[in-house]
C-alpha cells in the first residue's frame, strides 16, 4: 500500500513541517516550542525554524510569544483536496435525506492508508466519545467503512494490506487477527455491505456500503451508525440497509452523469 521512493528524492525538511502541522490536535491544541519539539522528536532548533516557517505562511498563530497554534489557513490544505473530489459535494444533499430517513448519522469517507478518513458527515446523534467530522481519521480495521473500502482493492494487495496492519484491540469486540479480518473481508465481498458491532467503540454499531465509479472501483464508503442501546444488528440488516443501498445507488447514478 505505501509508495516507495529514492532517498535522493525525499524532502526530509517537508516531512518535519508536515510532522509538525499533524501534532496539533484536540488535546494539543496549543504547544510551547518545547513541547513541540518534544512530540514530534525534533531539536529546538529545528522546532523552532519549523514553527517560525509556518507562522511566517500563515499556517502557525503565535500567542504571547510562546504558545504555538494552528491557523484557520490550513483548512485550505484540507479543502484543496475535498474541492477535487466531485462525489463529495455531490453526495451531500443524499447524506442528509438519508439520516432524515432513518434519523442517524450518516458518513461518508475514502481510504488513506490504514486509515479511513471522513470528507462528508450528517449528524444526528452523538453516539461516539469523539467528535466526528470531516477529516477525523479512524482505524481502517475496526470500521465498517474500513472494510467496504478494503474489500474494494485487489484480493493481494488486500491480503498484504491486513498482513501489514498493526491492529489494536480498542475494545472486547475488536478484530485483530489478519486471518480472520480476511475472512470478514471476503465476506464483505459476497454480500456487498459491511456491519462492525462495537469494534471501534463499545455501543456503536454502523452498517456500511461501497459507492463505485461508473468502472465499477470502489472509491468511497457510506454508513449509518447508530447506539447499540437503540439500534439492533438485526435492525441495522432489516432496515436500515435497503435505506443505505437505495441511496448509494441514487449517489452512483448522479455521479455517473459527471
Known sequence: MEPTIKKSDFVQSLEKGLKVISAFDVDN?????????????????????????????????????KQFSLSPKVLTLGYSYLSALPFQELAKPYLKTLAEEVNESCSMSVLDGYDIVYVARVQTNRIMTISLGVGTRLPVYATSMGRVLLAGLPDSEMQSFLRGVKAEKLTTNTI?????????????????WALADQELEIGV??????????????????????????????????????HLKSTVAQIESALHKL
Open 29 to 65: 491544541a496549543q504547544m510551547t516550542l518545547t513541547e513541540v519539539a518534544k512530540k514530534v522528536d525534533l531539536t529546538r532548533a529545528n522546532a523552532r525554524r519549523i514553527l517560525l516557517t509556518l507562522q511566517y505562511l500563515g499556517f502557525v498563530s503565535c500567542v504571547d510569544g
Open 176 to 192: 485483530t487477527d489478519s486471518e480472520q479480518l480476511i475472512k470478514r473481508i471476503q465476506l464483505v465481498r459476497e454480500r456487498g
Open 205 to 242: 454499531r454502523s452498517i456500511a456500503c461501497p459507492i463505485k465509479d461508473k468502472n465499477g472501483k470502489t472509491i468511497a464508503a457510506l454508513n449509518i451508525s447508530g447506539h447499540a442501546s437503540r439500534v439492533s444488528k438485526d435492525e441495522m440488516q432489516e432496515t436500515f440497509l435497503p
